[in-house]
């Protein structure tokens, strides 16, 4: 099973609303990653957690705020977003950080959020 | 860091006619190149990938090539099908594994 769960689906939410993004995965892997993307670009790296401690944010505005509770769970705490958020928020697993030979990186559907 | 460019952006071909998208890199460093298929509305979805000890792989009509030295790699569909039509992106990892660097896309068309 390489499933990577994401809820919900779809999120409208305005400028002032507080919201949260979920990802789940059963597959026992230690690396949980946030991306942003774009309508026919590529996904763009937001945040990496490792054994559930943050290892990378690209510089990320503080109104993405992230949290891995435990190794299966993954949020994406949001509050004061912009029009220009508006995107496809996927999440990703791969078994082991930081060993090459294991970092298939598996993709969510995603979440399609509206900035309104 | 990782630069990754990746062509071209849009391609088209009648079903049956192979395909190639073909990537760069600058890291020598990077040793881990997957690609990923994006159907309209889906998730990105691993369709081959190749590590910096192999040549080539080869899975059914997709196989990718590595040529180390000139730091590039590509993606060869054969026999391709209308169900083939997505957005294709390269990327490349390095030693710590966790940093995908990805291609800037490629939107195949196959038209039947």
């Known amino acids: 099973d390489t499933e990577v769960t994401q809820t919900p689906k779809h999120l409208v939410m305005g400028m002032t609303n507080k919201k949260s993004l979920k990802c789940e995965q059963h597959?026992?892997?230690?690396?949980m990653y946030w991306y942003k993307q774009k309508a026919k670009k590529p996904p763009e790296l937001m945040f990496v957690?490792?054994?559930?401690?943050?290892?990378i944010n690209e510089s990320v505005p503080s109104r993405f705020s992230p949290e891995c509770p435990n190794s299966s769970l993954l949020n994406l705490h949001l509050h004061a977003l912009q029009p220009e958020d508006s995107a496809l928020y996927l999440c990703?697993?791969?078994?082991?950080?930081?060993?090459?030979?294991?970092?298939?990186?598996?993709f969510g559907a995603g979440t399609r959020l509206s900035v309104l | 860091g990782e630069n990754v460019e990746q062509h071209p952006s849009t391609l088209s071909v009648q079903e049956g006619d192979s395909a190639v998208i073909k990537c760069t890199y600058s890291d020598s460093a990077s040793n881990y190149f997957p690609w990923y298929k994006q159907e309209l509305g889906k998730r990105p979805q691993l369709i081959i990938d190749i590590r910096s000890n192999v040549g080539e792989k080869k899975d059914q009509r997709i196989a990718v090539t590595l040529n180390k030295t000139a730091k590039h790699f590509s993606l060869h569909i054969t026999e391709t099908q209308p169900e083939d039509s997505a957005v294709y992106f390269c990327?490349?990892?390095?030693?710590?594994?966790?940093?995908?660097?990805f291609g800037t896309g490629t939107s195949l068309t196959v038209i039947p």
């Open positions: 957690y490792s054994y559930e401690k943050l290892s």
């Open positions: 990703a697993s791969s078994q082991a950080p930081s060993l090459p030979a294991k970092n298939i990186q598996y």
């Open positions: 990327a490349a990892s390095g030693i710590t594994g966790n940093q995908f660097y």
């Open positions: 597959m026992g892997h230690r690396a």
